[in-house]
T-cell receptor
Framework: DAGVIQSPRHEVTEMGQEVTLRCKPI?????LFWYRQTMMRGLELLIY????????DSGMPEDRFSAKMPNASFSTLKIQPSEPRDSAVYFC???????????FGNGTRLTVT | GQQLNQSPQSMFIQEGEDVSMNCTSS?????WLWYKQDPGEGPVLLIA?????ELTSNGRLTAQFGITRKDSFLNISASIPSDVGIYFC???????????FGGGTRVLVKP
């Protein structure tokens, strides 16, 4: 089992640039989650999908953030335009159902200068 | 919204010591989970608890689902240096909604 795969592992970009984070969930998992982790706020849920459909995006901080899941094996989180306060580690996680244990990827560390 | 209060926020361990941490909530949860996060990696599931009163072990780790369904604890026995990291509790409410995470317990080695 390859686990949840995220790319890139690190992203450094300048303010105003578009950033796209990618995630491949574990095969057979029907739920996918995007989290953001910072020292100040800990782990925050941004959005989650069930069967490729966005269910709860109340954690998405602003319209600059958007997420898609075009198929069961791929999801993206896009920030446009990026700002320095978006700097954080972004985790993707998947689970068999939305109330079964989550399996996390190794995250993308985003730095916006 | 729901909140999980995890304590302590940080702790120092000496090799061989037993370690305890706990999580409390103002609302009832149907599932409690404990994760560990190492630097540069994502949280990894350690133990999952599904029934009130359940006591589950995973090697040197033992976790319990509180009878009130509003708390859980994690014990690490005979700690070793690789036990350092951040431990997170997480709960799933009765409606089966999204997972709520505690703020984490950072376990460090005594200098």
């Amino acid at each position: 089992d390859a686990g949840v795969i995220q790319s890139p592992r690190h992203e450094v970009t300048e303010m105003g640039q578009e950033v796209t984070l990618r995630c491949k969930p574990i095969s057979g998992h029907n739920s996918l989650f995007w989290y953001r982790q910072t020292m100040m706020r800990g782990l925050e849920l941004l959005i989650y999908f069930n069967n490729n459909v966005p269910i709860d995006d109340s954690g998405m901080p602003e319209d600059r953030f958007s997420a898609k899941m075009p198929n069961a094996s791929f999801s993206t989180l896009k920030i446009q335009p990026s700002e320095p306060r978006d700097s954080a580690v972004y985790f993707c996680a998947s689970s068999f159902t939305n109330n079964s244990p989550l399996h996390f990827g190794n995250g993308t560390r985003l730095t916006v200068t | 919204g729901q909140q999980l209060n995890q304590s302590p926020q940080s702790m120092f361990i000496q090799e061989g010591e037993d370690v305890s941490m706990n999580c409390t909530s103002s609302s009832i949860f149907n599932t409690w989970l404990w994760y560990k996060q190492d630097p540069g990696e994502g949280p990894v599931l350690l133990i999952a608890l599904y029934k009130a009163g359940e006591l589950t072990s995973n090697g040197r780790l033992t976790a319990q689902f509180g009878i009130t369904r509003k708390d859980s604890f994690l014990n690490i026995s005979a700690s070793i240096p690789s036990d350092v990291g951040i431990y997170f509790c997480a709960g799933i409410d009765r409606a089966g909604n999204k997972l709520t995470f505690g703020g984490g317990t950072r376990v460090l080695v005594k200098p």
